[in-house]
């Protein structure tokens, strides 16, 4: 009888040193992605003040009508930009999305990169963590409950490739400033309402399609992302991209407070496996 007391004493202890060094490792999670995103805030890209029409004159139509429409003249030019969001998240398929609420803050500084901290689910499948960018290096952390690793990701060239994927995608929409035209930003026309653009960061290389209405509006944002997010998770290009709308002005800049996203974009397989809502957005 005292054996089994001592036998179940011991594996409480043990359970409990666990569950406390895992704490441990999630709070330095956090830490370590609250440090990477005061430095981001800072990595700004050189531009003029303010919008000019003319910045734009040379451009492709489509290209020239989405920064008409996005910018008004003599907003402010910014690359960097505090999000807050809620919406949902998939965790299961195109026949059963299983989505699940979800609620965020991000940071994104093209072209250096994103943090984005979320929480979603509920109950005992709450979970949460962060996916990063920072430079040369990139992580996804996700954790159950804060005290179980469920996605530990990054550290090497191929998971660094696709989330400068997501940082340039996202600014076509969120901070649109950062495509203007310059060095390492190429852009040409693909049809009268289709734009491409090129963005060439050192090493990295990115291109994205946008779609505008007849007015300028953005409809959608494409791309061939560098992805494992597969049958086979293998990393390869593939289809990825989504729907923005609802755009509202900030601090005279058009930018989306919705939208709807995900793998294998304008294919039978797609389905958006994240459908976010701005609550707030700020340009740093």
Excluded: C
Excluded at 4 to 26: D, E, P, S
Excluded at 34 to 49: D, F, I, M
Excluded at 168 to 192: H, N, Q, Y
Aim: aromatic share 12%.
């Amino acid at each position: 009888m005292k054996r089994a007391v001592w036998t179940i004493i011991v594996t409480g202890m043990v359970a409990a040193v666990a569950a406390a060094l895992q704490l441990r490792k999630f709070a330095s999670d956090e830490a370590e992605s609250q440090k990477a995103w005061g430095e981001l805030v800072t990595l700004r890209v050189p531009l003029a003040e303010r919008f000019d029409p003319s910045m734009v004159s040379d451009l492709p139509d489509p290209a020239r009508r989405f920064f008409s429409f996005v910018f008004q003249p003599g907003a402010r030019l910014s690359t960097v930009i505090e999000l807050t969001m809620t919406g949902e998240l998939s965790l299961g398929t195109k026949e059963d999305p299983k989505y699940q609420p979800m609620r965020a803050e991000q940071v994104l500084a093209a072209p250096h990169g994103l943090i984005w901290r979320i929480e979603s689910g509920s109950g005992l499948m709450r979970f949460g963590g962060s996916d990063g960018m920072l430079k040369d290096r990139s992580w996804t952390r996700f954790w159950l409950l804060r005290m179980v690793p469920i996605v530990r990701a990054g550290g090497d060239s191929d998971h660094l490739r696709s989330s400068f994927g997501r940082v340039i995608a996202e600014a076509a929409f969120w901070t649109p400033a950062f495509l203007l035209p310059r060095e390492g930003v190429a852009w040409s026309e693909v049809d009268k309402d289709t734009a491409r653009v090129t963005v060439t960061h050192g090493a990295l290389v990115q291109t994205i399609e946008i779609r505008v209405h007849a007015d300028g509006r953005p409809e959608w944002v494409a791309m061939q992302r560098w992805s494992n997010a597969n049958p086979d998770k293998v990393y390869r290009l593939q289809p990825f991209g989504g729907e923005v709308s609802d755009f509202r002005d900030v601090e005279g800049v058009r930018i989306p407070f919705r939208v709807d996203g995900g793998n294998f974009f304008g294919t039978d397989d797609y389905f958006p496996f994240y459908r976010a809502r701005l609550g707030d957005a700020r340009f740093r």
